[in-house]
């Protein structure tokens, strides 16, 4: 019988793994999982870890969740896939249909791609595309936000700004325009989120203004940057980017990858904002964390421009094997089920408001200098003095004391640096969650022991 120790044998004499320093493996034990269930995941030692990250914040209805389970099921009888180029199915026109009924106002195409970043770079390409079928050759720039995450592929890469991840491929990466971040962590004292992401729109509105010219389009994630350590921010300054963007002739792209399907306490968060983006990024959540698919949603103006005769060459001639893998969509179809039947929205408030009761006290700590909350994701910062927020040095990990202690206490807490989170599937329970605050308080006195 396999066990943790023979697998991990195995495995790292194989396998390269993703976001690992692989010589932490000397000393840290990797964790085959042999099964899964709602929140829980299982080792092949028997030991039980509930899935406070959503497996990278894709997992949302709980692993091996029996009504996802079985339309897969039934779509591996009909089809497990096809080429979309010429060929269609009918998983994927149900789905565009219904992603253009639940999605903001006027977005009705809907383009695939087969994971987050290369949906990113098809919005990317596709803004510029659009530029030029207008015969505007000058719009060849994107803006970004400071700490902001998009993926990783190159231009994914690019319109990042997340150090850790983007700093050594820089020299291979295009140049973009960079925003201040909204991130409210940032606010003086006395200041409202809103106030703070009024004031950092400023810098955003100074460089549409002088660079409108040769701007194709800002990027952002909504409300939360999530690999750039949680950090939050207020629907007000979406509301103004829709504006400025309309008034500077600029495209507005919506990464809602990490964010949409719930995870900010409404189904999209553009909606806290009332605005409907260019192109609206989707992925992760889409199929409920089973399978890879990312959704691009674009409206008419977008699709008219690229309409025409094949010899204008005006067409998007852009392309991934396994676009709109059918298996992927049955998936994400269970998905909208889900949402629909279960009245989900409305039900995760309760846990909302659990996650913040568990942790109202986090804020005494003396280590700890804020406690936020956007929906469905919680985030705790640890630093070094609280007073003036100096944060743990990144050499000491911190926050892989917080993973460790939780992993022999039943939890997968996985900390951005100095931040421990909670960004679990919707299936949990309040006992769950009040186990992980206890788990997250005790790993964050160690941890901040010296
Ligand atoms: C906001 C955001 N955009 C894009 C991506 C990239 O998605 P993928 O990992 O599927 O390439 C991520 C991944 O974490 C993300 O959080």
Same mark, same amino acid.
């Given at each position: 019988?396999?066990?943790? !120790?023979?697998?991990?044998?195995?495995?790292?004499?194989?396998?390269?793994?993703?976001?690992?320093?692989?010589?932490?493996?000397?000393?840290?034990?990797?964790?085959?999982?042999?099964?899964?269930?709602?929140?829980?995941?299982?080792?092949?030692?028997?030991?039980?870890?509930?899935?406070?990250?959503?497996?990278?914040?894709? #997992?949302?209805?709980?692993?091996? #969740?029996?009504? @996802?389970?079985?339309?897969?099921?039934?779509?591996?009888?009909?089809?497990?896939?096809?080429?979309?180029?010429?060929?269609?199915? $009918?998983?994927?026109? $149900?789905?565009?249909?219904?992603?253009?009924?639940?999605?903001?106002?006027?977005?009705?195409?809907?383009?695939?791609?087969?994971?987050?970043?290369?949906?990113?770079?098809?919005?990317?390409?596709?803004?510029?595309?659009?530029?030029?079928?207008?015969?505007? /050759?000058?719009?060849?720039?994107?803006?970004?936000? *400071?700490?902001?995450?998009?993926?990783?592929?190159? +231009?994914?890469?690019?319109? *990042?700004?997340?150090?850790?991840?983007? /700093?050594?491929? =820089?020299?291979?990466?295009?140049?973009?325009?960079?925003?201040?971040?909204?991130?409210?962590?940032? &606010?003086?004292?006395?200041?409202?989120?809103? !106030?703070?992401?009024?004031?950092?729109? $400023?810098?955003?509105?100074?460089?549409?203004?002088?660079?409108?010219?040769?701007?194709?389009?800002?990027?952002?994630?909504?409300?939360?940057?999530?690999?750039?350590?949680?950090?939050?921010?207020?629907?007000?300054?979406?509301?103004?980017?829709?504006?400025?963007?309309?008034?500077? !002739?600029?495209?507005?792209?919506?990464?809602?990858?990490?964010?949409?399907?719930?995870?900010?306490?409404?189904?999209?968060?553009? =909606?806290?904002?009332?605005?409907?983006?260019?192109?609206?990024?989707?992925?992760?959540?889409?199929?409920?964390?089973?399978?890879?698919?990312?959704?691009?949603?674009?409206?008419?103006?977008?699709?008219?421009?690229?309409?025409?005769?094949?010899?204008?060459?005006?067409?998007?001639?852009?392309?991934?094997?396994?676009?709109?893998?059918?298996?992927?969509?049955?998936?994400?179809?269970?998905?909208?089920?889900?949402?629909?039947?279960?009245?989900?929205?409305?039900?995760?408030?309760?846990?909302? &408001?659990?996650?913040?009761? +568990?942790?109202?006290?986090?804020?005494?700590?003396?280590? @700890?200098? $804020?406690? &936020?909350?956007?929906?469905?994701?919680?985030?705790?910062?640890?630093?070094?003095?609280?007073?003036?927020?100096?944060?743990?040095?990144?050499?000491?990990?911190?926050?892989?004391?917080?993973?460790?202690?939780?992993?022999?206490?039943? +939890?997968?807490?996985?900390?951005?640096?100095?931040?421990?989170?909670?960004?679990?599937?919707?299936?949990?329970?309040?006992?769950?969650?009040?186990?992980?605050?206890?788990?997250?308080?005790? *790993?964050? #006195?160690?941890?901040?022991?010296?």
């Amino acid at each position: 019988m396999p066990n943790n !120790q023979s697998l991990m044998q195995r495995d790292l004499k194989v396998l390269w793994h993703p976001c690992t320093q692989m010589k932490d493996h000397e000393t840290l034990p990797l964790i085959p999982i042999r099964r899964g269930e709602g929140v829980w995941l299982e080792d092949f030692d028997g030991n039980r870890y509930i899935d406070a990250v959503s497996s990278w914040w894709v #997992n949302i209805f709980g692993h091996a #969740n029996p009504r @996802i389970n079985d339309r897969i099921k039934g779509q591996l009888d009909q089809l497990e896939h096809v080429i979309l180029a010429g060929f269609s199915h $009918e998983p994927i026109i $149900e789905l565009s249909e219904r992603l253009v009924a639940i999605t903001p106002d006027k977005l009705n195409h809907c383009f695939y791609a087969d994971n987050g970043s290369s949906g990113i770079e098809v919005a990317l390409k596709m803004s510029f595309h659009y530029w030029l079928n207008q015969g505007n /050759k000058k719009k060849t720039k994107f803006v970004t936000l *400071g700490n902001s995450y998009h993926g990783e592929t190159l +231009a994914a890469l690019a319109v *990042g700004n997340v150090e850790l991840y983007k /700093k050594i491929y =820089e020299p291979l990466l295009m140049t973009t325009l960079t925003a201040p971040s909204p991130d409210c962590y940032a &606010r003086e004292e006395g200041e409202t989120w809103e !106030q703070y992401s009024l004031r950092a729109f $400023e810098g955003m509105e100074e460089i549409l203004r002088r660079n409108h010219e040769e701007i194709c389009a800002v990027i952002v994630e909504p409300l939360v940057q999530c690999a750039g350590n949680m950090r939050m921010y207020h629907p007000v300054y979406l509301k103004k980017l829709r504006e400025a963007c309309d008034r500077y !002739q600029v495209h507005m792209i919506a990464d809602e990858i990490a964010v949409g399907f719930g995870r900010t306490g409404t189904l999209f968060a553009c =909606e806290q904002a009332d605005i409907t983006p260019d192109f609206l990024c989707l992925s992760k959540a889409l199929t409920g964390g089973y399978l890879p698919l990312c959704a691009v949603l674009t409206h008419e103006t977008i699709y008219q421009a690229f309409y025409d005769e094949y010899e204008t060459m005006r067409g998007f001639l852009h392309s991934h094997s396994y676009t709109g893998n059918p298996l992927a969509c049955a998936a994400a179809l269970a998905t909208l089920d889900i949402f629909e039947q279960d009245n989900v929205i409305e039900n995760n408030q309760k846990l909302i &408001r659990k996650m913040a009761a +568990a942790t109202a006290h986090f804020t005494d700590h003396p280590n @700890i200098a $804020e406690v &936020r909350q956007t929906g469905m994701i919680l985030a705790i910062e640890m630093v070094k003095n609280k007073k003036n927020k100096q944060p743990f040095a990144w050499q000491e990990r911190r926050g892989l004391r917080v993973y460790q202690h939780a992993l022999q206490n039943q +939890a997968l807490l996985r900390p951005l640096g100095n931040v421990v989170y909670f960004m679990p599937p919707y299936v949990i329970s309040e006992e769950q969650i009040d186990h992980l605050a206890n788990v997250a308080w005790d *790993g964050i #006195n160690i941890a901040t022991q010296d």
